[in-house]
Nanobody, 127 residues
Framework: QVQLVESGGGLVQAGGSLRLFCAAS????????MGWFRQAPGKEREFVAA????????RYADSVKGRFTISRDNAKNTVYLQMNSLKPEDTAVYYC????????????????????WGQGTQVTVSS
């Protein structure tokens, strides 16, 4: 497993932008599919975005498509989530997750398939 540490969360007004960072330890990061999930108070954890091990393939939840962009830099062991046009409903704790593999497959949005998790970073969007 890789160890994951998120950063970049904070308070932003609706319409603003934030960039989340997820730093991974270990030399196997480039062999991991990575994802971002989020959990709002009183709600279940939900899929946000995923990226293949090479970065060539990405997938997004419908609720963030066109506003969020996931990317990675395997040389820096880091995955990013650029969030634009933020809405109050984007308020949540955002978690970085990883699993061994190259391709996204059909289960890219299922959190049960990810076995490495960060501690989360809070994103709050005010109206």
């Amino acid at each position: 497993q890789v160890q994951l540490v998120e950063s970049g969360g904070g308070l932003v007004q609706a319409g603003g932008s934030l960039r989340l960072f997820c730093a991974a330890s270990g030399r196997t990061f480039s062999s991991y599919v990575m994802g971002w999930f989020r959990q709002a108070p009183g709600k279940e954890r939900e899929f946000v975005a995923a990226i293949s091990s090479t970065g060539f393939s990405t997938r997004y939840a419908d609720s963030v498509k066109g506003r969020f962009t996931i990317s990675r830099d395997n040389a820096k062991n880091t995955v990013y989530l650029q969030m634009n046009s933020l809405k109050p409903e984007d308020t949540a704790v955002y978690y970085c997750a990883g699993r061994r593999g190259q391709l996204l497959g059909v289960s890219y949005s299922d959190s049960a398939n990810f076995d490495s998790w960060g501690q989360g970073t809070q994103v709050t969007v005010s109206s």
